[in-house]
């Protein structure tokens, strides 16, 4: 495949790029045979800064562009920034693919090439680059068989879109390697509304109380505490009373 734009100048990066910042995120929405898309999302929840965190996510439509088959996840590190290019030090990936009967997870390699950051704001309607085969003509069918592993190139010019959130769910936090948060059931409490002050300490000793419904699974009690610690991407264990792991699909026994 060939890559119509042009690679940016080195050294044309500006300062605004990486100023300092709670969160960073850069965005690439690619048409890989129209209607047929990719869009490719590199998030820096701690700014971006050498050894901070970087999620990277990647989507890519069925051939009529209507709908998502393919996610890929990776976490990892940046690694270096040299003006525009920023490199990373991959920790792992994941990806899920959704089968016409079922989908299924698979381990893969991590993401490929640096980022190229440039000055562009990209909104909802995002900015695509097109690719072709060596015919001149949009490929729409590399890309969606279960194999797959989407296209790696050696660059990605990017835009900035810094509101977005990735979405992480407990099966995909399962097959990264992220940090564990492990905290015990220490108390709890039936309250006149009919939720439930669940106290809790971590291993480090820390007391802290989080609110469930009666009724919820430990799963909502395993969100309620992340939400509380702001543990951002990382699993989170709960040992009851008597320190046994509770599992995640299990009811509440309160």
């Given at each position: 495949?060939?890559?119509?734009?042009?690679?940016?100048?080195?050294?044309?990066?500006?300062?605004?790029?990486?100023?300092?910042?709670?969160?960073?995120g850069w965005v690439v929405k690619t048409n890989i045979g129209c209607p047929?898309?990719?869009?490719?999302?590199?998030?820096?929840?701690?700014?971006?800064?050498?050894?901070r965190q970087v999620q990277f996510y990647r989507i890519e439509s069925d051939p009529c562009g209507q709908d998502v088959r393919f996610h890929e996840w990776a976490?990892?590190?940046v690694s270096g920034i040299e003006g525009i290019e920023v490199h990373f030090d991959w920790a792992g990936a994941t990806q899920f693919i959704?089968?016409?009967?079922?989908?299924?997870?698979?381990?893969?390699?991590?993401?490929?090439?640096e980022l190229i950051m440039t000055e562009e704001t990209i909104g909802e309607s995002g900015s695509?680059?097109?690719?072709?085969?060596?015919?001149?003509?949009?490929?729409?069918?590399?890309?969606?068989?279960?194999?797959?592993?989407?296209?790696?190139?050696a660059y990605q010019r990017a835009g900035r879109d810094d509101g977005y959130q990735i979405p992480w769910d407990r099966q995909v936090v399962e097959r990264?390697?992220?940090?564990?948060f492990v905290v015990?059931?220490?108390s709890h409490e039936v309250l006149e509304d009919g939720q439930v002050a669940v106290g809790l300490t971590s291993m480090a000793g820390d007391h802290f109380c989080v609110l469930v419904c009666r009724g919820d699974d430990t799963?909502?009690?395993?969100?309620?505490?992340?939400?509380?610690?702001?543990?951002g991407l990382a699993r989170v264990r709960i040992l009851n009373i008597d320190g046994v792991l509770m599992e995640p699909n299990l009811t509440l026994p309160f």
């Open positions: 495949l060939r890559h119509k734009t042009q690679r940016p100048a080195r050294g044309t990066h500006p300062r605004s790029l990486i100023r300092a910042m709670a969160r960073a047929a898309y990719q869009e490719e999302r590199w998030v820096f929840p701690d700014g971006l800064e050498v050894g976490v990892g590190a959704d089968g016409e009967c079922f989908g299924h997870w698979c381990d893969v390699g991590p993401p490929k090439g695509h680059t097109d690719y072709t085969d060596d015919t001149g003509e949009a490929d729409l069918t590399d890309g969606f068989t279960p194999n797959f592993v989407g296209p790696r190139h990264l390697p992220v940090p564990t015990t059931v220490a799963e909502a009690l395993m969100e309620a505490v992340a939400n509380e610690r702001q543990c």
